[in-house]
């Protein structure tokens, strides 16, 4: 049991090798020592820091009118939104002073992605919204997601093995017959069934057993551009389709799935194209918290620590740095997490994320710091309020070279 914050008000975190008080979270320093909090925090005058941090996180993900900066969210209605001093704004893409042609006029087939045009949608039932679509189809969509999202398999023919299954429909294989496999997903299909073949291709990487000490992140990455881990691509394109789930990453969930999502992808990887279609948003995100817990590097390594807690508490300009400078699974890993999580946060009017705990929770999975680590979650903080433009250029940089 760890002892009530009044007894030992003192939290040493053995990994930043720094001190904070538990109670208000200010550094455990001289100005501390021998004083309460009140008197700390009136010394140091931090408080108003601390207020800062918070309003930078809340604001990554909030709409403002671009005239006279109304703080919005909307539930129902149209996308064009007019604000109390009339200028209007596309809910979806934030384009300014739009008129309804900005909207797609085509009529809509439930349940399949539009195809029609790139222009927004006029209306959107927040229920039935795939957040997943606005994100990936809509005219908004960056080129990281393009490539990701576009990513053809690369198929070739040869013989059905014994014993095995078309990923797609799911029929047995006729022994020795030809069939299609594909060399980055490694999915064996029908002949007649490629043409069905969704997109996009997830590339996948067989675990290679005998690596001492476990693996990196950068052997569940396929040789391509951005180099993400396979997990990572599966847990967060499947967290993105339900990002109104209440609780998030936040409560625990109830699905069996926990520690496993290694095992079930590698399991079911060749025997369906959607892996993970019997688990729930809540589980598929606990298991990404727990892959990333887990394999062997964190993805902020503990040899740049040190960079990002300077920078996180004292010199955020250098944040963006301390991000290049990762190697390139790492920064790619990171850049597309943090996407996410913001897209997480976006809807945290729905999906009741309370940011406290969230930041604690990213703060353990990426640096592997205790809960408490006061230095890591200002690094988070920072993280999710970083304009998402700079973790795209991270992510693109290294398409095209
Ligand atoms: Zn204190
Ligand atoms: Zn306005
Ligand atoms: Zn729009
Ligand atoms: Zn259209
Ligand atoms: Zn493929
Ligand atoms: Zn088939
Ligand atoms: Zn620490």
Redesign the pocket.
């Known amino acids: 049991m760890e002892a009530p914050k009044e007894v030992d008000k003192v939290f040493r975190c053995l990994r930043c090798k720094s001190s904070w008080c538990r109670l208000c979270e200010l550094p455990w320093n001289d100005d501390h020592v021998g004083q309460t909090c009140d008197e700390a925090a009136l010394k140091i005058g931090v408080q108003k820091k601390q207020r800062d941090l918070e309003r930078m996180a809340s604001e990554a993900v909030m709409r403002k009118c671009h005239r006279c900066n109304l703080v919005f969210t909307k539930d129902e209605g149209c996308n064009r939104i007019t604000c109390r001093c009339r200028a209007t704004q596309?809910y979806?893409?934030r384009?300014k002073d739009?008129d309804y042609t900005?909207f797609c006029r085509h009529p809509l087939i439930p349940l399949t992605p539009r195809t029609c045009c790139q222009k927004?949608l006029l209306w959107e039932n927040p229920k039935t919204v795939d957040e997943n679509a606005i994100i990936h189809f809509g005219?908004t969509a960056s080129k990281y997601i393009a490539v990701i999202e576009d990513r053809c398999h690369n198929t070739h023919l040869q013989k059905a093995p014994a014993w095995k299954s078309c990923s797609l429909c799911q029929l047995a294989f006729r022994f020795g017959s030809e069939i299609h496999r594909c060399d980055g997903c490694e999915v064996m299909i029908h002949v007649e069934c490629r043409e069905n073949m969704p997109k996009p291709c997830i590339p996948y990487k067989p675990p290679c057993k005998d690596k001492a000490g476990g693996l990196r992140i950068v052997d569940y990455c396929a040789d391509l551009r951005p180099r993400l881990p396979f997990v990572v691509l599966r847990c967060v394109r499947f967290v993105d389709a339900d990002l109104h789930k209440p609780g998030l990453y936040t409560s625990n969930p109830s699905g069996v799935l926990g520690d496993n999502v290694l095992t079930v992808l590698h399991q079911e990887q060749q025997k369906s194209m959607q892996p993970l279609k019997d688990y729930d948003s809540h589980a598929v995100a606990e298991c990404l918290l727990a892959f990333l817990r887990n394999v062997r590097d964190p993805v902020i390594p503990e040899v740049s620590h040190s960079d990002f807690f300077a920078a996180g508490t004292e010199n955020p300009d250098d944040l963006e740095v301390c991000i290049v400078d990762l190697p390139a699974p790492h920064k790619n890993t990171l850049a597309y997490l943090f996407l996410h999580w913001q897209r997480v946060l976006g809807n945290a009017d729905r999906n009741l994320i309370e940011l406290g705990m969230f930041v604690r929770v990213i703060a353990n999975a990426v640096m592997r710091v205790p809960h408490e680590c006061k230095a890591a979650t200002d690094v988070v903080k920072r993280l999710l309020a970083i304009d998402k433009s700079v973790y795209e250029r991270v992510l693109e940089i290294d398409i095209d070279s």
Request: proline fraction near 12%; aromatic fraction near 0%; include cysteine.
């Open positions: 596309c979806i893409c384009a739009i900005h927004c005219p």
